[in-house]
């Protein structure tokens, strides 16, 4: 060590979280669970911007699942990738709050 005092000086950034809201249509439809890259906190979903996002979608009993449509906070479209083998849906969180929006279809019962 110096013989004087040595002065350390740090600068923090906190990072920008933007807003994530799921719905389900219909709302009994089924399910959006989220499972990566978001923080969750009093029933608010936030990712930073650049985070890999995931998330899983499941259909209620009498309903299929249709889709889902994922839109930035202009209502332009985000691209996302499906896996097949996890059921998982992944994105790159924008610079912007998204909805994610999951489509169901009631089932036809046919006697």
């Known amino acids: 060590m110096p013989a004087s005092h040595v002065y350390i000086e740090a600068n923090f950034t906190l990072p920008t979280y933007y807003g994530i809201t799921t719905v389900c249509n219909p709302t009994d439809g089924g399910a959006i669970t989220m499972t990566g890259g ?3 906190y009093n029933n608010i979903i936030e990712a930073t911007a650049g985070s890999t996002v995931t998330f899983t979608v499941s259909a209620n009993e009498g309903f299929l699942f249709a889709n889902v449509v994922i839109t930035d906070s202009n209502g332009d479209p ?3 990738t499906y896996d097949e083998t996890t059921g998982t849906y992944t994105y790159v969180m924008p610079a912007t ?3 994610i929006t999951a489509n169901f279809k009631q ?3 046919i006697s």
Do not use: D, R
């Open 38 to 40: 978001v923080a969750e």
């Open 97 to 99: 709050p998204v909805t």
């Open 107 to 109: 089932k036809l019962i």
């Open 78 to 80: 985000v691209n996302y």
